[in-house]
């Protein structure tokens, strides 16, 4: 997914440039675009889980949703975070209103 304003190029673990593959949120400092090697990150074998609308995932110190505006995650312990949507993105975390009626599955 192309993320509007998101950089083109981050620096990968040999040094040279490359286009980012993740977004990062470490113990410190805020998220970041970052180059993740194949593989780092994979699905389990099997369907995928879906998160529907409104709902809020929390799992490993982590909080994910996802809304019509976009998608969330935070880091709890860091209390830092992202959004990003086809509009663009934000290095901070969108919790999913109070009043917003659940959706999805």
């Avoid at 369907?47 to 982590?62: C, I």
Wanted: net charge negative; glycine share 12%; with cysteine.
């Amino acid at each position: 997914m192309t993320i509007p304003g998101a950089p083109d190029t981050v620096t990968g673990s040999d040094g040279t440039n490359t286009v980012p593959t993740a977004i990062v949120v470490d113990n410190a400092g805020d998220a970041h675009f970052a180059w993740l090697p194949p593989g780092t990150l994979s699905p389990v074998a099997g369907p995928a889980s879906v998160l529907g609308f409104n709902r809020v995932l929390d799992a490993a110190g982590f909080r994910c949703n996802v809304q019509e505006a976009g998608v969330s995650c935070l880091r709890e312990a860091t209390v830092k975070g992202f959004t990003f949507s086809p509009d663009g993105y934000r290095l901070q975390y969108t919790d999913v209103p109070d009043n917003a009626p659940p959706g999805g599955s």
